[in-house]
C-alpha cells in the first residue's frame, strides 16, 4: 500500500529530524527541548516505523487500478507534483509489464 509507505517515509524523515534536534539540544540546553524528552520522542518514532514496516511487508501491492484512482486524487493537489510525475513513470512502467505478460491470442 503506497499510503502505508508514505508513512514510513515521512517517519524516517521525523526520526532524522529528531536527531538533529537531539544535538542540537545536547550542545545548547534550552527549554523544553532536552535530550531526555527527544529520546523518548525517538523511541516511538522506532516503534512507528517498525509498525509501519510490518504492516507494509504484509500486504499485497496496490493494484494498477488504485495506483490510477490515487494518482487523479492528488494529481491537482498543491505539494504532490513530484508525486504524481513518479506515480505516472511508475504506473507507465508498470502497464508495459503487464501488457507484456498477457497472452498472444491467436
Given amino acids: 500500500m503506497i499510503e502505508v509507505g508514505e508513512l514510513e ?14 544535538i542540537r539540544a545536547e550542545n545548547n ?3 523544553g527541548a532536552t535530550p531526555e524528552n527527544i529520546s523518548q520522542l525517538l523511541i516511538a518514532v522506532d516503534y512507528i516505523i ?5 504492516i507494509a511487508s504484509g500486504q499485497s501491492e496496490d493494484s494498477l487500478q488504485t495506483l490510477r484512482i490515487m494518482l487523479e486524487e492528488r494529481r491537482n493537489a498543491p505539494g504532490w507534483e513530484t508525486w504524481s510525475t513518479l506515480l505516472r513513470e511508475r504506473l507507465s512502467l508498470l502497464e508495459e509489464q503487464e501488457l507484456r505478460l ?5
Fill in 29 to 31: 540546553p534550552r527549554g
Fill in 102 to 106: 498477457q497472452p498472444v491470442r491467436s
Fill in 9 to 22: 517515509q515521512a517517519s524516517i524523515e521525523l526520526k532524522n529530524a529528531l536527531q538533529s534536534a537531539c
Fill in 50 to 54: 517498525e509498525s509501519l514496516d510490518a
